[in-house]
């Protein structure tokens, strides 16, 4: 593929981060705002050799996938919050039975119906709480139409490096905003799935795929076998960095308003305020490691402020991970009441001055 | 010598879990046979639904993918289009079919999947202790119809393989019973039948199988067995649509 530089929306940009993986089979049920993702898939896929199919709902999608990605062949959906929360019984299986599925999902505003603007209202649902079981996502958070692409694709090949569902978390404003994206080739890894996919048994004996254990012993070593590999996927945490030893307030965001946040965050330092950046990409795992850095390498005693586009989702996480070294100060903004970079500079730097606005 | 009897090849040497008397067994049997016939032990990936017979991949010695309970259709879907070139069943039971997964065994059908679904209706949710299910006879007692199945409150019993022979997608449909001899060489032939729908790509292969349930009927084995005849009048058995025979037969409209 030749590099070319386009614009597009960031779903677009998932969509095409699929194609360059070599995804060859979409299900899915159209939800706003992520049409645009189905409708690319159903026009490219066709074309290269690959399966779209407009699925009678996303219980059933997700289970197409379970079953094309069983097959070991690269199978993904999309959705949006209320759609994602119907496939929580199967995210459990695919977990369970280690399928290498990848999950999109560009939240909206909840709970209920919601509404269709820009929220992170479903923070808990994708790091803990996607559905029943002792499992998890790993979960990554693109913040442009540029990592949209190229985390979609990675997305692939971490599903099958830990064989291990992997979902993109994006919102309406990441999904609908177009912005300049370059294309170009991606080296995505390949995983042997000889080993475990269901193909037929030809030469082999025949193997099955399988959730129920009702040996406790064996559930055991499941549940086990699982924390394991989650434990092991903490070598592959991205998230990216702009602090210095001596900033005194660590502004801690992912995803849309990570833009903002990052905006504000420059803005201050230029001013010449101790002010650093810090931005999850994996949501899970967590960056728990790098955070303890940052208070480790501190030269001032620190204070986390988190803005988020909910009530107060991620500095749970953060407050884990500082645990108890430092203050941390939640900025939640429901949906619908994005900031503007100013406004969270005041913030920000009242978070600066010894008493905050916001209590955490 | 002709061999009369002979263990299936794709029947694995394990002894089933089924309650004696329960006709899960003879179907899988009947399965392996079918499978062995038509020789696709090697491209054949099973579908097991949650119920009595989750344990599908104990038995039938082909791959095989567990999948939630009532989805068995979407993910046989997903398996199936993956990969065309494999022969993919479900194997399902009336509540995993008709109730919780009735959107999704109905779509596949209408899409006209490339699959067989094999549908257990012993009118009984069977694993959790035999509840009411879609195709609980009115007027039939079950744990949570104490005093039988009021039609008032809970209608009356899809006759599901007569409603998929109305649909396009449908290559095969029909209900046969497992509960005398005669019975059990006609289901053979019929899921022969429902097999070579998707081999021929002509559509989605349906075969319902009324089935004993003695524990959860509160019957003894034969009792139970005999017992099925019953339901064969409210579930009348028969084909309902055969595009195989059609096709076979070189009838090309
Ligand atoms: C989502 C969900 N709901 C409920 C159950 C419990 N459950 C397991 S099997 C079953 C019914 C099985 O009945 P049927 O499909 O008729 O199969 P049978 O056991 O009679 O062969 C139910 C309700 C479950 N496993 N998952
Ligand atoms: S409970 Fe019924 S369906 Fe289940 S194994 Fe026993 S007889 Fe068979
Ligand atoms: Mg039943």
Not at chain 1, 10 to 23: D, R
Not at chain 1, 335 to 350: D, G, N, R
Not at chain 2, 188 to 212: D, P, R, V
Request: proline content about 6%.
């Amino acid at each position: 593929m030749k590099t070319k530089k386009i614009l597009a929306k960031g779903i677009e940009a998932i969509a095409l981060g699929a194609l360059e993986a070599g995804c060859k089979c979409y299900f899915g049920y159209p939800i706003t705002p992520q049409n645009e993702i189905p409708e690319l898939m159903a026009r490219e896929l066709p074309k290269r050799g690959g399966v779209f199919l407009q699925a009678e709902s996303e219980l059933a999608a997700i289970n197409m996938v379970l079953g094309a990605c069983a097959t070991g062949i690269r199978a993904m959906t999309s959705s949006s919050s209320p759609g994602i929360s119907l496939m929580c019984e199967a995210f459990s299986y695919i977990a369970a039975l280690e399928l290498p599925a990848v999950v999109v999902n560009v939240m909206r505003g909840g709970p209920g119906l919601g509404g269709i603007e820009a929220s992170q209202g479903d923070y808990f649902q994708a790091v803990k709480g996607s559905g029943h079981g002792d499992f998890h996502f790993m979960v990554l958070a693109p913040y442009n139409a540029q990592e949209a692409y190229e985390f979609t694709a990675k997305a692939f090949e971490f599903a099958e490096k830990y064989r291990n569902p992997v979902m993109i978390l994006s919102d309406a404003i990441l999904g609908q905003m177009k912005e300049p994206l370059v294309l170009k080739k991606l080296r995505i890894k390949k995983y042997n799935k000889n080993n475990w996919a269901l193909t037929g048994a030809k030469n082999r004996p025949s193997r099955f795929i399988r959730s129920l254990f009702l040996s406790s012993q064996e559930l055991k070593g499941k549940n086990l076998k699982l924390a394991k590999k989650y434990k092991k996927m903490e070598k592959d945490i991205i998230y990216e960095s702009l602090v210095n030893d001596e900033d005194k307030v660590i502004v801690v965001a992912f995803g849309s308003i990570a833009r903002i946040a990052k905006d504000a965050c420059l803005n201050l330092r230029k001013k010449g305020y101790p002010v650093g950046f810090f931005r999850p990409i994996t949501l899970f795992p967590f960056p728990v490691k790098p955070i303890q850095e940052l208070i480790k390498n501190a030269k001032n005693s620190l204070k986390f402020v988190v803005p988020e586009l909910n009530c107060g989702q991620m500095v749970e996480d953060v407050k884990l991970a500082v645990n108890g070294k430092a203050s941390v100060i939640p900025l939640p903004y429901p949906p619908s009441v994005i900031p503007f970079p100013e406004e969270l500079e005041k913030e920000i730097k009242k978070c600066l001055s010894s008493l905050s606005s916001r209590k955490a | 010598m002709p061999e009369f009897f002979k263990f299936p090849k794709s029947l694995k040497k394990t002894n089933f879990h089924y309650c004696p008397g329960c006709h899960h067994s003879i179907v899988h049997r009947l399965l392996c046979e079918v499978i062995d016939e038509l020789n696709i032990q090697e491209k054949s990936v099973g579908i097991a639904s949650i119920g009595c017979s989750c344990f599908l991949y104990f038995y039938i010695d082909v791959d095989i993918l567990e999948a939630p309970h009532g989805r068995a259709c979407a993910a046989a879907t997903g398996v199936k289009r993956a990969r065309p070139e494999l022969v993919v069943f479900t194997y399902q039971g009336d509540g995993d079919f008709a109730a919780i997964g009735f959107n999704e065994s109905f779509h596949s059908a209408l899409r006209g999947e490339k699959i067989t679904a094999i549908m257990i209706n012993n009118t009984v949710y069977g694993m959790t202790g035999g509840q009411l299910s879609p195709t609980t006879l009115p007027g039939q007692k079950t744990t949570t119809t104490p005093e039988g199945r009021d039609p008032n409150l809970y209608g009356y019993p899809p006759k599901i393989a007569e409603i998929f022979a109305g649909l396009e997608g449908v290559a095969f449909s029909g209900r046969f019973a497992v509960n005398t001899p005669k019975r059990v060489l006609e289901t053979k032939k019929a899921l022969k039948k429902a097999f070579l729908a998707q081999i021929n790509n002509l559509g989605f292969g349906y075969i319902e199988i009324l089935s004993a349930c003695p524990i959860n009927w509160k019957l003894d084995p034969v009792s139970a067995n005999k017992a099925v005849d019953k339901l064969t009048k409210v579930f009348p058995l028969g084909t309902f649509k055969d595009e195989v025979e059609k096709f076979l037969s070189g009838d090309k409209s």
